[in-house]
């Protein structure tokens, strides 16, 4: 019940964020489960910059403040006749499509009844399990699970502050919300986070393509994410790989919408997603910082080419919160461990290049790069999604661009290389031993399950594609 | 009339003959006589007693079962406190679990009767000997020991197994969180799954495109491009949801408690000792751990579930123990309680007050 509360009070907040920032769409199937993402990060930014940032320990008042500062900003808005207009029951403007419309039965019907009972009962499956087992350890050695018991006691001595910077404020902060009001720890709160993720990643996927006049692709969306058998299994556990590719995931979705239909606010919720990735785990820093700098130099790029983007916006909402968790860290960690990633990576090139080009690391590549094709067509653990992927690329890139426009596809190629380049160049020994390049890859698996579900419907389906921008 | 019965009859033996799980349930077992567990290899001392085949497990018991060409074995048996049996099979030396698709039940203290189907066994290959391996602490008596009838040749025993690493179940363990076992269509030949479902996916994407042609005389190649993708993920989305489905714990249970109790499956004293703790333990004490020194899962996921309490894995000799990663220290005379799990020994000046089993109790200072 105490989750219960907090998840709601997280929605809210997000959602008050969503009206703040002129994002909201004023359709719930959509500003639900974004709430969800979008109040998550808010709530982790801010405890995290509050607590070492400000020295304001993480307590009951402050998750307070955290969940009200928002719903109170909105009205205080609202009461002063400031609030923006915005969401897609405004009025089009020049250059912004008019509203779409609705359709919730995916024709066939009979196809997508199969569809939608695979997802069900996998979902009950994964749900249940997931509610149901302990948490275990990460890679063998660690447990991420336990930062939120950190946080609720509050003591951040150099190593726990290390296991901070590795897990991320987001899945830090957000299973303790509940424990600060009860005063008590339930280790499965950790648990219900990445589930409820799930089901706010699905219910983005087909509300979002529904109330956009497509079932079909968000029922495809969700029985391609529901077909990749580690990401499954992964959200049955505490670890933070899926929860990483959800939320690059729900990026990724208002990607592609901003492809179909040129409304510069999806790329603003893409973006807002994309900042709260960057505070899962130390890898998802890397990763969102490629998802935004493509997002935004595709921004530039259609706003040279004459659309109407409002680019210093689009910045002004990555740089706010980016500022924010770079000063955050730097208070935790120090300024020469803010970015522990980018400095475990920095490391990583320079030993990599210092070791030069000798026979017996070229050859530990190649096996690696073996391993890689394995880990993606052959291991079972991406499904058929790399499959369906390669066919797909070779057969209809155009037809699928022309769907969701070219920059889900190049973003996707970006993802992709940088998992490459981290598994066969960087750390080749982890892809040989296969104990971490199938998690890696879930980075890239989430969003081809959904570019895919979006590319093959509206080609297989001409006539449920809107009209290009 | 005849020729539906005749058509379920057909079904129902290719069900069994598909699904390994069944085959258990579908073939007459005879009864082994009980004695010859007295002359099975193995580490422990059994003695044959009018209950059974007895013996202790302290350290863990191998026990290799003189069954060649068995491919299906149940035995009922029972035991005084949490155990886990791993089901194994012969030449590997010492039988060593944690394999890709490593077959094991977690046993509560009580009877009980085990059934395998040792074609799910990884290294079974018809000729060789089955083995058991129980880990805990207790007391074990076999009743009885029952076999199905022998498989008829090398070929039939390759093929079972092949069907049996098609669709037996991906056991949930340690590593399953780094990737799940490689799906083989064929075991034997080595034929992944994904190389087959690709290939019957490209023959869709030609037969879809070859009859929109013929049916409507025009090419669609974006819905034969669908139907084929379509098929290779939900594929394997199925055949993954077949694998996990039976190792998964899907019965809910409300208490969070009974859920760390009861679904540890591949740690059968864990999630017991683990409720114990928590049940025992004050919110204020301060708790160590022992336990092997190469232990690296027990203590650290013990002082996990008993946070908030500060809680550290007690090394014999260090002066000051460290919590999970390094975090919290804690001298010995700040320890108020300690947890034991298969430790070698608990160190002096405690007793223990609770217990599980004899190697995972609760203790306190005397």
Not at chain 1, 115 to 132: I, P, T
């Amino acid at each position: 019940m105490s989750f219960l509360l907090c998840a709601a009070a997280t929605c809210i907040a997000g959602l008050a964020l969503l009206h703040l920032v002129g994002l909201a769409t004023r359709r719930r199937a959509i500003d639900a489960p974004l709430a969800w993402f979008a109040g998550s990060g808010w709530f982790a930014l801010f405890c995290f910059a509050c607590r070492f940032g400000g020295g304001i320990p993480f307590s009951w008042p402050l998750a307070t403040v955290a969940f009200a500062v928002p719903p109170a900003a909105w009205l205080a808005l609202r009461l002063r006749g400031g609030a923006r207009s915005n969401g897609e029951d405004a009025a089009p403007g020049p250059g912004v499509p008019a509203r779409p419309i609705s359709r919730w039965i995916p024709r066939p019907i009979w196809l997508w009844l199969l569809v939608a009972a695979y997802v069900a009962v996998v979902l009950a499956a994964v749900l249940l399990h997931g509610f149901d087992t302990p948490t275990n350890t990460d890679d063998g050695v660690r447990l991420r699970a336990l930062t939120p018991m950190l946080a609720f006691a509050d003591e951040w001595s150099p190593e726990a502050r290390g296991l901070l910077g590795m897990a991320g404020a987001v899945p830090t902060f957000v299973p303790a919300a509940a424990w600060l009001f009860t005063r008590s720890v339930d280790a499965f709160h950790v648990n219900y986070v990445v589930l409820t993720d799930l089901v706010a990643l699905l219910v983005l996927a087909v509300g979002l393509a529904s109330t956009r006049g497509t079932p079909e692709r968000g029922w495809a969306s969700a029985l391609g994410l529901l077909s990749i058998p580690l990401f499954v299994y992964h959200c049955t556990s505490t670890y933070q790989d899926a929860v990483l590719a959800m939320y690059v995931g729900a990026a990724f979705l208002f990607a592609m919408e901003h492809g179909r239909t040129g409304e510069p606010r999806d790329l603003g919720r893409a973006l807002l997603v994309a900042v709260a990735a960057g505070m899962v785990k130390r890898e998802g820093e890397l990763v969102a910082a490629t998802v935004v700098a493509a997002l935004l130099a595709y921004a530039a790029w259609r706003r040279a080419r004459g659309a109407s983007i409002p680019l210093g916006r689009l910045a002004l909402l990555v740089a706010v919160p980016a500022t924010a968790l770079l000063l955050a860290k730097t208070a935790a960690f120090g300024l020469a461990d803010a970015s522990a990633m980018t400095r475990l990576l920095a490391t990583r090139v320079e030993a990599t290049a210092a070791a030069g080009p000798a026979a017996a690391s070229a050859g530990l590549r190649r096996e690696a790069l073996e391993a890689f094709v394995y880990a993606l067509f052959r291991s079972g653990n991406a499904g058929g999604i790399y499959w369906a992927l390669a066919a797909t690329v070779i057969f209809a890139a155009r037809a699928a661009a022309r769907s969701t426009g070219v920059a889900p596809l190049a973003l996707l190629a970006l993802l992709l290389g940088e998992v490459a380049a981290s598994s066969i160049w960087l750390f080749p020994e982890f892809t040989l031993d296969q104990t971490t390049v199938h998690r890696a890859l879930l980075v890239v698996t989430v969003p081809a399950a959904l570019w895919l579900a979006a590319a093959l419907v509206d080609t297989a389906w001409p006539e449920s594609r809107p009209a290009p921008p | 009339m005849e020729h539906g019965a005749a058509l379920r009859r057909m079904a129902a033996s290719a069900l069994l003959a598909a699904v390994p799980g069944l085959v258990r349930a579908s073939v007459p077992l005879d009864e082994m006589p009980i004695a010859s567990l007295g002359r099975a290899p193995s580490n422990a001392a059994i003695a044959i007693t009018a209950r059974g085949a007895e013996f202790d497990v302290d350290d863990p018991v191998g026990l290799l079962l003189p069954l060649p060409r068995i491919r299906v074995l149940e035995l009922d048996l029972a035991v005084d406190a949490p155990m886990l049996v791993s089901f194994l099979a012969e030449p590997h030396g010492a039988p060593s679990p944690g394999l890709p698709r490593w077959r094991y039940r977690s046993l509560s203290a009580g009877p009980t009767t085990l059934g395998v189907d040792l074609a799910e066994v990884p290294g079974w290959s018809g000729t060789n000997w089955p083995a058991l391996r129980f880990e805990g602490a207790g007391h074990v008596i076999v009743s009885h020991v029952r076999v199905g009838p022998p498989v008829p040749s090398q070929a039939a025993a390759r093929g079972d197994v092949d069907r049996a690493a098609l669709w037996s179940s991906d056991p949930v363990w340690h590593t399953s969180i780094n990737a799940i076992s490689p799906p083989f269509w064929s075991a034997s030949n080595r034929t992944y799954l994904s190389d087959v479902i690709a290939a019957v996916a490209a023959g869709l994407f030609v037969a879809v495109l070859a009859g929109f042609r013929l049916a409507r005389g025009s090419w669609r190649p974006g819905a034969a491009l669908a139907a084929a993708a379509l098929l290779a993920v939900a594929a394997h989305g199925i055949h993954a949801a077949i694998r996990f489905l039976p190792a998964w714990n899907l019965s809910p249970k409300l208490d969070p408690e009974a859920r760390i109790r009861d679904n540890y499956g591949f740690v059968a004293q864990f999630g017991p000792l683990a409720a114990l703790a928590r049940s025992t333990i004050g919110p204020g004490e301060r708790v160590g751990v022992v336990a092997d020194a190469n232990d690296w899962f027990g203590p650290q996921t013990l002082c996990f579930h008993l946070a908030p309490r500060r809680c550290v894995a007690v090394r014999p000799g260090e002066a000051e123990h460290r919590g999970i990663s390094g975090i919290g220290t804690l001298r010995d005379d700040q320890i108020d309680v300690l947890v034991s799990y298969d430790a070698p020994e608990l160190p002096p000046g405690f007793v223990p007050v609770a217990a599980v089993s004899r190697r995972a109790f609760v203790a306190r200072r005397k």
